[in-house]
């Protein structure tokens, strides 16, 4: 199956699945399964891509089981932080500047599906590879993504811990990666999306499959990632978060800049 008809289908079920995932939040009053849904439609498009895909096989192969496992695995954290905590203060601030019209949230969920039929470019383009061998830069795509769901897992899990702590309420984590960015868990996501272009080199769609790295660094960056987030932990924590500002780098990983406390 062609790159664009991939990428069609893969909007089009994400654009279905979330009217489902729409109708759900609404009675939950809980927008915050939109974000467990775009992972798991997500996974579910770099499954489709390696089973259509026009490449040969082993490309097609890695493309599935990297995007599947990195969505599922997203999919699952999301969707157990949504279940055991109240409506993220992202979407309640969102809630309280729009209201609550079912029509405007469901703009919000299908402008959703259709960033998953965007990321799925980045699949598509890797699964039309020809490559038949385990070639470099194959293993370099594997450590990529290797580095990156490792990174990915490690940032989450100490944040999970972090805030289970009834003595950390109110209090900013800089604990372990998050003494050295704000926000490294965006970090390793957006490293995992390298990983495609180095599986597409050898692909006539090596072009598209940078979309991945790019849209993902603009949308972290400046769209819903950083902005977001950091506007809610602002709220939230006042000037403990603004002191995290100064002290540490918002993406890249690197040292404080003075010393943080245990």
Not at 14 to 23: C, H
Not at 46 to 54: D, K, P, R, Y
Not at 235 to 251: H, M, N
Request: proline share 6%.
């Amino acid at each position: 199956m062609s790159l664009w008809s991939i990428v069609l289908l893969c909007w089009l079920g994400a654009a279905i699945g979330m009217t489902v995932v729409w109708q759900v939040s609404m009675r939950l009053r809980n927008v915050g399964y939109v974000d467990v849904a775009w992972a798991g439609f997500m996974a579910l498009a770099a499954l489709f891509a390696g089973l259509v895909g026009e490449g040969n096989v082993l490309p097609r192969t890695l493309v599935a089981l990297m995007g599947g496992i990195w969505g599922a695995r997203l999919c699952l954290h999301l969707l157990h932080r949504v279940l055991r905590e109240p409506e993220d203060g992202r979407y309640q601030a969102m809630r309280a500047a729009i209201g609550d019209s079912p029509a405007r949230w469901f703009l919000f969920f299908q402008a959703q599906a259709l960033v998953v039929g965007l990321f799925s470019i980045p699949f598509a383009a890797a699964a039309s590879a020809n490559a038949d061998l385990f070639e470099p830069l194959m293993l370099a795509a594997v450590l990529v993504w290797l580095l990156s769901i490792g990174g990915e897992t490690l940032a989450d899990r100490q944040l999970d811990a972090f805030r289970a702590n009834p003595a950390n309420r109110g209090r900013t984590c800089r604990v372990g990666l998050w003494a050295w960015s704000r926000h490294p868990n965006y970090f390793f996501e957006w490293l995992h999306w390298f990983a495609y272009p180095l599986l597409a080199w050898c692909g006539p769609a090596f072009g598209w499959s940078l979309v991945g790295p790019v849209l993902m660094l603009a949308f972290l960056w400046r769209v819903s990632g950083i902005p977001w987030t950091e506007a809610q932990a602002l709220r939230s924590r006042g000037e403990d978060y603004r002191r995290y500002q100064r002290e540490v780098s918002a993406f890249f990983p690197c040292p404080p800049k003075t010393p943080t406390p245990d």
